[in-house]
């Protein structure tokens, strides 16, 4: 079937953040509805509900917290929702000489374990319509090992790697689902890492600049909506050549 024949629906996992809020508003643009969800920085998104009441539906939930999740969960499993764009992205600036098992825990149930129960909620909805379209965002970092202070984050994303992997078998009833590695951009997630000097970051990109916004919530779009007909199971990085 084709999503013409249905409302456009995506929930967007993070979509507080910077590329989350353009991501959000991209979607918007391009008429979906948007199922959108955060933590506590809702500001932002509150003002592009007050200009899109109908068409921005907006989500709370504590993701470290399991009950905060089930909630979640319960509100999902009454939508149809035909697309799914993971932008989570918990970082806590621990080395691994000071990592501990509650911190690595915790990283991992949030940027790895509560997106692939999400997933698997939507995906009865998908397979029912015989459309869907997943993409995990993950980091370049996971190319090259991350930084110092990077290693509960970059463990986490690497084991949400695998997902895409797993759905292959889904292709067949047009369930497309990709990992896309963001390089380097200029948002908050990368000024929070410890001791992060961009300017050098930056000159070791083969582009010599970091991406913008834009460049990264096009391709975003580009695989999460009825414009990917044919790429599934795949690692892309957007990262100026890296």
Same mark, same amino acid.
């Given at each position: ?34 199922? $959108?969800?955060?933590?506590?920085? *809702?500001?932002?998104? +509150?003002? /592009?509900?007050?200009?899109?009441? =109908?068409? &921005? !539906?907006?989500?709370? $939930?504590?993701?470290?917290?399991? *009950?905060?999740?089930? +909630?979640? /969960?319960?509100?999902?499993?009454? =939508?149809? &929702? !035909? ?160």
């Amino acid at each position: 079937m084709e999503i013409a024949k249905f409302k456009k629906t995506v929930f967007i996992l993070g979509a507080s953040s910077d590329i989350g809020i353009e991501t959000v508003k991209y979607f918007l643009n391009k008429n979906w509805i948007v199922f $959108a969800h955060y933590n506590k920085n *809702s500001l932002k998104l +509150k003002k /592009l509900k007050e200009k899109n009441n =109908k068409n &921005l !539906l907006l989500a709370q $939930a504590n993701l470290s917290s399991t *009950s905060s999740v089930k +909630k979640l /969960l319960n509100k999902l499993r009454k =939508k149809t &929702l !035909l697309s799914f764009v993971n932008l989570v992205g918990y970082l806590d600036n621990i080395s691994f000489e000071k990592l501990t098992i509650n911190s690595l825990l915790k990283s991992v149930k949030i940027n790895s374990v509560v997106p692939l129960f999400i997933q698997r909620e939507l995906l009865k909805g998908m397979i029912k319509k015989k459309f869907g379209r997943i993409l995990n965002i993950s980091s370049i970092g996971i190319k090259y090992g991350g930084s110092k202070y990077t290693f509960n984050y970059s463990y986490s994303k690497n084991t949400l790697e695998y997902f895409p992997r797993y759905l292959k078998n889904l292709t067949k009833k047009n369930i497309l689902s990709n990992i896309l590695r963001i390089g380097v951009v200029n948002t908050k997630l990368l000024r929070k890492v410890r001791e992060k000097n961009i300017k050098k970051r930056v000159s070791l990109i083969p582009i010599k600049r970091a991406a913008n916004i834009s460049e990264v919530v096009k391709t975003i779009y580009s695989l999460a909506s009825e414009e990917n007909t044919y790429i599934s199971g795949e690692t892309i990085n957007i990262a100026g050549g890296e």
